[in-house]
């Protein structure tokens, strides 16, 4: 079965400095993609960034990228020049075939908090 | 685009009671799911369907229906409310490809069960 672990249920950080969240998982698939959501008190589920297992390169958008470590099963999140909006709910995700359809796990989240 | 739609945003249910949420997209997205998000558990697959006419059971199906008569609407049917159904309430589509794009999310269903 696949299972995601977020081991920080919270974390702050100043504004305009680095933050790095935690993600593990685990699966038995060779192919597989893994996700940072985002959700702000709006409730929305933003899409951050994704990263192809079968990629060595690490995902980047902006100000977001992710170190993804394969053997290690970690796929942790960097953000970078912290600002006020990026205090939010932070998911990690996988998604992967099992039984022949496609399936999205979550880890439980991190709450981050942007401080001014 | 509207993208993938939710309705009602609230609802509020007496335990017993019956309702559909609905949800409905116009990307033409084969596979659609609904989740439901409870404090400190994440997001929970409660159904998924691939195609019309198909659906499964993801983590949490018991006290939840779905049907999928059309690729646009995928209805969430709870048939006698109880407080455990209590939490917000997402549902999600996607394209089912060779290289499977990310879900889309709607905006969430907030029911509160008394």
């Known amino acids: 079965a696949q299972t995601v672990t977020q081991s920080q249920p919270e974390m702050s950080v100043q504004e305009a400095e680095t933050v790095t969240l935690s993600c593990t998982y685990d699966?038995?698939?060779?192919?597989?993609?893994l996700f940072w959501y985002k959700q702000p008190p709006s409730r929305q589920m933003i899409l951050v960034i994704r990263q192809e297992a079968y990629k060595q390169q690490n995902a980047t958008e902006n100000r977001f990228s992710v170190n993804f470590q394969k053997a290690a099963k970690s796929f942790s999140l960097k953000i970078s020049d912290s600002q006020l909006g990026d205090t939010a709910m932070y998911f990690c995700?996988?998604?992967?075939?099992?039984?022949?359809?496609?399936?999205?796990?979550f880890g439980k989240g991190t709450k981050l908090t942007v401080n001014p | 685009n509207a993208g993938v739609t939710q309705t009602p945003k609230f609802q509020v249910l007496k335990t017993g009671q019956s309702m559909t949420l609905q949800c409905a997209q116009d990307?033409?997205?084969?596979?659609m799911s609904w989740y439901r998000q409870d404090p400190g558990m994440g997001l929970r697959l409660i159904h998924y369907s691939v195609g019309a006419g198909i659906t499964d059971q993801g983590e949490v199906p018991n006290g939840y229906n779905v049907s999928r008569s059309t690729t646009e609407d995928f209805p969430l049917r709870l048939l006698s409310a109880a407080p455990s159904q209590t939490s917000v309430y997402f549902c999600?589509?996607?394209?089912?490809?060779?290289?499977?794009?990310?879900?889309?999310f709607g905006p969430g269903t907030r029911l509160t069960v008394t």
């Open positions: 995700a996988q998604k992967g075939r099992q039984g022949g359809s496609e399936k999205l796990v």
């Open positions: 990307m033409n997205h084969e596979y």
């Open positions: 999600a589509s996607s394209k089912m490809d060779r290289d499977p794009l990310e879900q889309y």
């Open positions: 699966t038995s698939e060779s192919n597989y993609y």
